[in-house]
């Protein structure tokens, strides 16, 4: 049933998988990249001022560049949905919704997502006004009241962007102090419109048609407030997309991250990772394509040396 | 004597070192960046399709862009070379010719540098019609005939460029086979105007003023042969620029590279690694930056839990 073997499947097309894409490319193996979307996380990305060779930047335009990148070798990723990952002797099964294919590596690429409230209001509200890509969204606010959710880089960012085009920004962080790069809490902090609410726990996100206010219990009086603003983005973290991946295989961390060394190898033969669903622990564009580069020229090699 | 103490020193500014740069910056720590140079082997490389982001560059374009992006950090890279690293309890000294700086962490990002044939006529030559720098230097030999000494993906690439440039290029490998991106051989191949001279071991470069030709041992027939060229390239390998790191250190591999784990951690807790100089077996612009990344990012890591 299944006639074609091949060299490698790339799953996710985000800076890791593309990064991946053009080596293996480069190198003529027979491969394929198999992504339900394209960018991931870059492309929800705001401004980008820290992937080196480009002093500025957003998340829509590099995903732009990347895929020209990738267009230019004459690669197109599959649009399906990765479901499981079998082993097959020394190959592996990567079944999709709808299709199976066989492949001796795998590069396992596909980053993380946003991770939820689960909050009222917060699915009921998407896209009317509750968002997870500031830099998609922010510019609908023009002259508004924004709430960001949120205590780390990616609110330290949507918060600065924020602060450009709306008329206030409150920032409801559940931790006594924001984390992240200093250089960006400090410009955050300086902003003459934003708010920094600490040890905010948000309770629901409430409109009619649109969202129309957020509440949020403060811990330190045990009140509950109410604040009115037109959106509410919501950057509390990223949950890494691994669950095709038998838990058994041993190959994830307590958070489902995939444990790699630093030839991005995890510990089954053939079975590679790169970017942001590994257990390195910092989240960055720059890492994601060296560790894509890295994988790809590591299944270079192993498939020599298999034959 | 030495009145300031640094959270981190930086050697080397090209890919790795700019990148950490940029990451430290954004982290507001107090850092020096040394280099003798600014891009080292980036500088140097021709035509690069492969660092993601920019489908098509070349060394010097890719160069400006990284130093475009320091200087929007206000970043100004310190000109001195470094000659010996030293312990000083849990801090480093850094001495270069002229000075000594003591910093609580060093970032190695000094690359490698292009080997020599070590033949007669190779430095008398040297600017004068023998280069390392295919992509600064082919330029000038537009319609002469060039020989390109290698074996290697720098030989390809250079290969390739010259095609487009000289009336006639001689690659010189002493191997029987080309080595490197089964893309780029191919493509080099296909050159109606490339000549591939296996088994052959360079012997001499000659001339006047100015090159005149070179002679290379033919292995297969044991005889000298000599071609008529007007220009000589040489790449035969790079190495790795870490004669300051004292061998007792115990951080060195046989090559004289640096090991390092996939958080750019050498066994000396504070000293870190990234790009060319390390044993990662690529060495790659995209892979020297998630490492320079890395690096960075553990650098403020463990300042905050030293403390």
Same sequence: chains 1, 2.
Avoid at 126 to 150: E, M
Avoid at 188 to 201: C, D, F, R
Avoid at 238 to 263: A, R, T
Wanted: positive net charge; charged residues 20%; aromatic residues 8%.
């Amino acid at each position: 049933m299944i006639k074609n073997i091949y060299d490698s499947i790339i799953i996710g097309a985000s800076a890791g998988g593309i990064s991946a894409a053009i080596y293996l490319k480069r190198n003529n193996l027979n491969f394929l990249i198999i992504a339900k979307d394209i960018g991931g996380e870059m492309a929800l990305s705001g401004i980008i001022e820290n992937y080196p060779g480009f002093p500025v930047t957003n998340g829509v335009e590099l995903t732009r560049k990347f895929k020209e990148h990738m267009e230019k070798y004459k690669i197109q990723p599959l649009n399906e949905k990765v479901i499981l990952l079998e082993k097959d002797n020394s190959n592996f099964l990567v079944k999709t919704e709808n299709n199976v294919y066989l492949t001796k590596t795998v590069i396992v690429a596909t980053g993380s997502t946003p991770k939820k409230l689960n909050v009222p209001g917060e699915e009921k509200f998407f896209h009317k006004g509750v968002s997870y890509c500031s830099v998609c969204d922010l510019p609908l606010f023009q002259n508004k009241v924004v709430a960001i959710v949120g205590g780390g880089n990616s609110a330290n960012e949507a918060g600065i962007m924020g602060s450009k085009i709306c008329k206030k920004v409150y920032i409801i962080n559940k931790n006594p102090e924001m984390k992240g790069d200093k250089i960006l809490i400090e410009e955050l902090k300086a902003k003459q419109n934003v708010e920094i609410i600490y040890n905010a726990l948000t309770q629901e996100i409430y409109g009619y048609q649109f969202v129309e206010g957020i509440k949020y219990l403060d811990k330190s009086t045990n009140e509950i407030k109410d604040l009115k603003v037109d959106g509410v983005f919501i950057h509390i973290g990223l949950k890494p997309n691994s669950n095709f991946i038998p838990d058994e295989w041993g190959v994830k961390n307590e958070y489902g991250e995939i444990i790699i060394n630093q030839l991005g190898q995890t510990k089954i033969n053939g079975l590679f990772a790169a970017g942001d669903v590994t257990n390195i622990p910092h989240k960055q564009i720059g890492i994601a394509v060296g560790q894509g580069i890295i994988s790809a020229l590591e299944v270079a090699r192993y498939l020599s040396t298999k034959g």
